[in-house]
């Protein structure tokens, strides 16, 4: 088939190059325009719209999908089909009706749970223990178009977000090409989305990537590593009342619950109240309303990340120090 793909940030890339890999002709690629960024306010080109260049295609570069230059352009490349992975532009009925099979969207969960931007970082936050990958036939709804494919993975205890879209980019690119070639020989057939178990994945804000440490530690756990590495979770450095420091922000790696089992057995186990800061050793502890966690990378503002540890002895803790 010929197909014109859609896609913006470096996860999209692995769809891409799968596809170009695949017995399907990719004519044209889709993409965001060109962002300001750094400190020169340099125009930076998506990783997509990189990848596609440096593949000699031609690449669509609209501000809004509904620009009639655009859609022309859409047209004159006469797609068959138009694969979506993290576009980030609706798209109006004018330029889904161009593909006669449609627009296919691989979407990074296990629809109808977590339709919206963050579907991997949400899931993560919220604990969820399986996930997967989507591809749907695009309509204007938010993530409601019926269902072609679909793969299933655990979260794994550890994971960041990061890591587990990795994972996803990789078995929903493979999904794409497999749901392409369906659709090609006309064995898929699109299955409605179910009405139970919807759930929103709003993007996720750098107010949600706080962290708030009077909550369980589970749940700092999860907020953590659903925030990484993007947008990064932080919180904030509150000196004691004799000191000058005044706040500090600090961002956080993933931290490490302690085990309420080891901290019934060990003797002078620490009791911590939420955000208070306890550094023992090598080890940098803090308080949250069930167990203290452990503290692994952190980055102060203007400085690079470093260990818990090596960031305690610089910022010469006094005692009193609560992190909010």
């Known amino acids: ?88 532009n609706l798209l109006p009925r004018a330029a889904l009706d161009v593909p006669p099979l449609g627009w296919v969207n691989l979407h990074f969960s296990l629809l109808p749970a977590w339709r919206g931007a963050a579907p991997v970082q949400r899931a993560v936050m919220a604990g969820d223990d399986v996930t997967g990958t989507t591809t749907f036939l695009l309509e204007e709804g938010m993530d409601t178009g019926p269902v072609l494919g679909t793969t299933t993975t655990d ?32 064995a898929l057939v699109p299955v409605p989305q179910p009405s139970e178990g919807v759930s929103h994945a709003a993007k996720v804000t750098v107010e ?37 420091g005044g706040v500090e922000r600090l961002k956080l790696g993933p931290v490490e619950p302690l085990s309420p089992v080891s901290l019934a057995t060990a003797p002078g186990s620490p009791r911590l109240a939420p955000g208070e800061l306890r550094v023992e050793g090598q080890e940098v502890l803090v308080g949250t309303a069930t167990t203290p966690v452990r503290l692994g990378e952190v980055q102060p503002a203007g400085k690079r990340a470093m260990p818990a540890a090596a960031w305690a002895r610089g910022a010469r803790l006094e005692g009193g120090e609560v992190l909010a």
């Open 1 to 88: 088939m010929r197909l014109v793909f859609a896609g913006t940030p470096a996860v999209a890339e692995t769809a891409l190059e799968a596809l170009l890999a695949s017995d399907h002709e990719v004519v044209g690629v889709v993409s965001r325009p060109d962002a300001v960024a750094g400190r020169g306010r340099r125009a930076v080109q998506s990783p997509v719209t990189v990848r596609a260049l440096a593949a000699g295609l031609p690449v669509l570069q609209p501000r809004s999908a509904r620009d009639p230059e655009f859609l022309a352009g859409l047209a004159e490349l006469a797609p068959d089909c138009c694969p979506v992975v993290a576009y980030g």
């Open 155 to 186: 979260v794994r205890p550890r994971e960041t977000s990061g890591e587990l879209l990795g994972r996803l980019a990789a078995d929903g690119a493979r999904l794409l090409v497999a749901t392409l070639d369906g659709l090609e020989s006309g």
């Open 208 to 244: 949600d990537a706080r962290v708030r440490w009077d909550e369980p530690a589970f749940a700092v756990d999860r907020r953590v590593r659903g925030c990484t590495p993007a947008p990064g979770s932080w919180t904030t450095v509150v000196r004691g009342e004799d000191s000058a």
